[in-house]
């Protein structure tokens, strides 16, 4: 079967990297990229991918009936109108996160989708393209730790501040913290618990540590509840210049025998590289380097484009992630500086 020809709207956002590599990796072709302006991605995008094409303008990427799958990286308050144009003219997509910014944008994606039967999924890089996420799933589906009751994501980033454009703090235009960050967690709450859909008990958006910057939200929490499980979620903009990489990522997944804890990107005990998980259990207390672990979430979607089926992620999740985004961004209490 003929595989998918893609095209690149926005590069606003280093995320696309693992977006176009994911899907290049398997034999795909890039056919041209677009985006608006000159954002500081473009440089290292044109160093990764130095053969592929800069388009005049986005509509000859759009109107071109060869190009399967628009890969999205844009200001997040675009994504959600440069995804509705691409599905209209007969692509799939895949977006970085968050995948909308309001309400409203994303019951348009839903009329879009209904009405065109094209997908629209959102890469939750820190599932998708996380090797010890693949091997935490394997353990749970293998009944390791039980039946999975409460996770507790945490999503510590750096602010790079130097390196932040002007829509990184404008509220705006990234939609809050919950919307952008958190809906890796809330992703990764609805998969591991297997909820389909879920109530925010609490939330919460703050502004600690950065006065000057009144539409930078540098913390924010949520509390989910779901007829299986319950979670907790942090997230922030305060990891220290120390560590060795942008964030210690971790996820805790409490079963009724036993836990796995994901430390995604370092180990501040001090084993080497990233993907290390922890198992607790009955019969075993273990640590596992799980850096060699598939990424399966690029394959599936090339097997969903093909097939239109939905082994990737159900459309149904997807939207279901950025409407409790959504609503925990709504309805959060504001904190710190942004309460004054």
Not at 231 to 240: E, F, Q, S
Not at 262 to 286: A, I, Q, S
Request: proline residues 5%; hydrophobic residues 40%; charged residues 20%.
């Amino acid at each position: 079967m003929t595989l998918p020809t893609l095209a690149v709207i926005g590069v606003d956002h280093r995320h696309i990297y693992g977006q176009l590599a994911g899907m290049l990796e398997l034999g795909c072709t890039c056919r041209g990229w677009w985006t608006e302006g000159e954002p500081e991605p473009v440089a290292g995008f044109i160093k990764r991918f130095p053969d592929i094409p800069r388009a005049a303008d986005r509509s000859t990427l759009i109107n071109d009936p060869d190009i399967d799958l628009v890969l999205i990286a844009d200001i997040p308050a675009r994504r959600a109108k440069r995804a509705i144009e691409a599905m209209l003219a007969g692509k799939d997509v895949m977006t970085d996160k968050p995948g909308c910014t309001t309400t409203a944008q994303l019951n348009a994606i839903k009329q879009t989708v209904n009405k065109t039967g094209r997908i629209w999924s959102i890469n939750f890089s820190e599932r998708f393209e996380v090797p010890a996420v693949t091997k935490a799933t394997e353990l749970v589906h293998a009944g390791a730790i039980g039946t999975v009751i409460q996770t507790v994501g945490l999503g510590p980033h750096r602010l790079n501040r130097a390196t932040r454009p002007d829509w990184f703090f404008d509220e705006d235009q990234y939609g809050g913290i919950l919307c952008d960050i958190a809906s890796h967690q809330i992703d990764q709450f609805l998969f591991f618990t297997d909820s389909t859909d879920a109530e925010v008990i609490t939330s919460s958006v703050a502004n600690f540590a950065n006065p000057n910057d009144a539409g930078l939200q540098d913390y924010g929490d949520i509390l989910l509840r779901s007829a299986s499980g319950q979670g907790y979620i942090r997230v922030d903009w305060y990891t220290p210049d120390a560590l060795p990489t942008w964030g210690d990522g971790r996820l805790t997944i409490l079963g009724t025998e036993g836990t796995i804890e994901l430390r995604k990107y370092v180990d501040v005990d001090g084993r080497p590289g990233t993907d290390h998980v922890y198992l607790v259990n009955g019969d075993r207390c273990e640590h596992i380097d799980a850096s060699s672990c598939a990424l399966p979430y690029f394959e599936n979607l090339l097997h969903d484009i093909q097939h239109r089926t939905e082994t990737a992620m159900t459309q149904a999740h997807c939207f279901k992630v950025m409407e409790l985004a959504l609503i925990a961004q709504e309805q959060a209490t504001r904190l710190g500086h942004l309460a004054h």
